[in-house]
């Protein structure tokens, strides 16, 4: 990526936008190569993200320069840091945490995992194998709020660009999810017809779906009802166990969550309002 | 077919009944071409299709036999009627029923649409094209119990054996439904999440989603929760509008409940609490 | 769309095109919706498809304005003919045709099926329903040269801007592909691994195969080489015999024309040397 | 498992083999769960999978006691080694053994991985972490037939029940394949249409295929074309570089080689001559 540069824009929609764009760019000597926009005509927003053959002299000027070009209240991004730092929260499972930790083993992931932070002790072994750091605290005999500032302050002298939860599975306050708005992302199974409550996957069964999905998030105050960013199923049938249905479950959740991933990780997520633009 | 024996039957679980069953076929001379079989543990239900090369010399006979040797209270079918006759109840959009007929039509269906009842009259000329009764009973100006007796009442002189709702758009009360106990088929638009009320397209396009599905079901007193036939999803993504996603939802309705009527024509759909056993 | 202009340019690439085009279309007042461009690198090429919100005065100089402005040799279409003229050729099966023709009749197609051709007259109840006109030009007892020429004369009298090979199972020779350049579209079975000659579904059962796909393509003078639109896969298992895999096929060929066809009706279809591209 | 019975049988079909073989199973105190059975007719062979609840008493006896009922020449095996031993032979590509290891970690493997052979030594460090042998056997300055020696004798001391070719990029001779029939795995890229000679990926790039595959298969004389165990796709469009291709290629070679392994772990696989059925 070295001899390309990498625009995010969003600001409100008007007239001219990709020309006022596309000029400035080219004043700084730049050849847009893709161009990805979107206008969310209800919010009146506009979003692109441009790749450009070759840099320019100098990304603050250009930075500026878009700025003072486009209506006023535009965000400017020009080569956003290209190695994300993730902290991954876990609790027990490990199908999630597995498939992230051996992308990063073999440098597929383009992200740095900072550290590994889990609610039990299970995962330690398999994550000190590959020299990342472990941290267990536990959430028992403290309060909801004591158990999040641990978690925070040990997250935050790794200083992650994003906090992946790989199935952790305690519920987060709002006052820890507003500290890093639109910077948590959530695997959680999902349903066609959805179930709510204890026991999806028995409740499922029960009903006899012959779908089994999954659903990549952004966190917010609103618990699993954050922006979606990837979603997959797999087929079952009568004759999976609830068992079954349970390791089709983690499959499709260990692959939504690692498509969702590699999107953040490469800048190709934006968020407007409750959903999110993803230019794959 | 004509030179296959098909045999359904279901009874409570008990040891040795496929010695059971495979003794008494062969007695009758039937060499078992594929035999299906599943146990619902938690209900204690056996279940079982067998395909059989040949047929018995008297099939009256062997139904008896089998029932008199499995556990009281089996329910023994040998060759169901091939031809099932379907009557459509649609309300204004065409794509499913457009699918059920050409595949009517061309003999692909493996079934007889006896008739089509809309409760507007719009396809009513497509319908018609084909030689197929058309019958317009409109829901206004009369209660729902009077509705439903004339639909009951028109769908009853063609003797179907099952009521296909392909996209019929009026909720059908407990007592309508009651008559026709495991006859009644629906597709029913499904998302990841789920979204109730009214306007689903718009509240998924609203939540973001990136899969739109459907689900075709039985028909049960609790409203779009009964056992479920099939399911499935097509990708969508941010720049699809409500319209985009309700063309989507089209497509993958159309396309399960094609899949769920193939499944019930050829006897492979079996009804157990609130699931089906589908042996594909 | 008739509040809506839609500008298709390819040239060769260079840059700063796209500050050029998007400023020659703000200074015809026109503000741009989506933008979908793509480099071939290999080629040199540059192509775009902009929707922009508006009408501009005058078509024909905002076309030379854009025109002069970019690189010698490029193309630019405004506003396509948005209602495209179909001509089908069907040999005897009916699964594409059927879905084609109730697309077409319920208005779902955009776009005008204006004649079917038949090398068999099989097809000729069915699509007389639908008021459509059905040539039967018999392939046999003449050269192929006078079966194409016919074929050629008939469809011609209807000026269709493409022809759809619905499952015409006649080989078309170059002399007769030359004639409509990017203009026929063909629908293809597909395996992997794929299988060349007679009887490839009872091939692919003979490998056991757990795919049956199937391609759209452009037609080149390569048979079943040109660009392709579309593909697809239905999954198939060792119980599927001969007769069940080419009707999964036969689905899967439905399909994926349906699909193409709405991606070229919709002018969003490009062709790059011998690849597509398709902005979704 | 510890209380369920196993069995597998293939044999010549005939008539009334159900009947004997549930007989039999009875006898034995054994209740059948489930039966999956197939006949190859074109083969005349028949296959059967049988689940039982419970254990016989003496499984040598069952197994005589079957094998004499049968057609002469059945094979029937009654419990089958429940753990696998897998020996994986690698080249420098991560992505397969990488998902392999971290299963067998876990314990959802269902299968012991005893060793690993690399004709290059890359994927020592990752192997070593998790303390399974790293045998490095060097391809160079030596024939194909001592290269095949050194890892037939690497390979045998650790007893394996099954060859895995996780990526490994040497065409193995017939006589090494005929030491170990039915008992080499493979995962292979598979394109539709199908790319023969090098640089698949490119080839699929420039014909712009719109599907990436990949396909599962036992290894036999003829390069490539042993009985396919499992395949799968991933969408891919024109915006796809070749490398953006081979990602997508390895996202689903992983999960297609996972998928045949488990497949061939729990006994759900049999060949019958170049096919395999599947009792998935």
Request: net charge negative.
């Amino acid at each position: 990526m070295t001899n390309q540069t990498l625009i995010l824009i969003q600001c409100r929609d008007a007239v001219g936008l990709v020309a006022t764009i596309s000029n400035t760019v080219a004043n700084h000597g730049l050849n847009i190569v893709t161009m990805r926009e979107y206008v969310d005509e209800a919010a009146n927003r506009f979003y692109v993200r441009i790749v450009c053959a070759g840099q320019a002299e100098d990304n603050d000027r250009l930075t500026a320069d878009l700025t003072v070009a486009l209506p006023e209240g535009a965000t400017v991004v020009v080569n956003p840091p290209e190695q994300k730092r993730l902290a991954i929260l876990v609790t027990k499972e490990h199908h999630c945490l597995g498939d992230i930790i051996v992308r990063h083993f073999f440098n597929t992931l383009d992200a740095k995992v900072c550290c590994v932070v889990g609610n039990y002790d299970t995962l330690r072994a398999f994550t000190e194998r590959f020299d990342i750091p472990f941290h267990h605290i536990s959430h028992e005999s403290k309060s909801k709020e004591q158990f999040e500032e641990e978690v925070a302050e040990t997250v935050e002298t790794y200083q992650p660009d994003y906090l992946v939860l790989a199935k952790f599975m305690r519920i987060l306050s709002s006052d820890f999810v507003s500290r890093y708005p639109g910077r948590i992302i959530n695997i959680h199974h999902s349903f066609l017809p959805a179930f709510i409550g204890a026991n999806p996957y028995k409740q499922a069964h029960e009903r006899g779906v012959k779908l089994i999905g999954a659903t990549a998030h952004f966190v917010t105050d609103d618990l699993d009802q954050g922006p979606i960013i990837a979603q997959d199923i797999k087929p079952v049938n009568h004759s999976f166990t609830v068992k079954d249905m349970v390791r089709a479950g983690k499959e499709v959740e260990k692959s939504v969550l690692s498509k969702a991933l590699r999107m953040v990780i490469e800048d190709r997520v934006i968020i407007t309002g409750n959903r999110t633009v993803v230019f794959e």
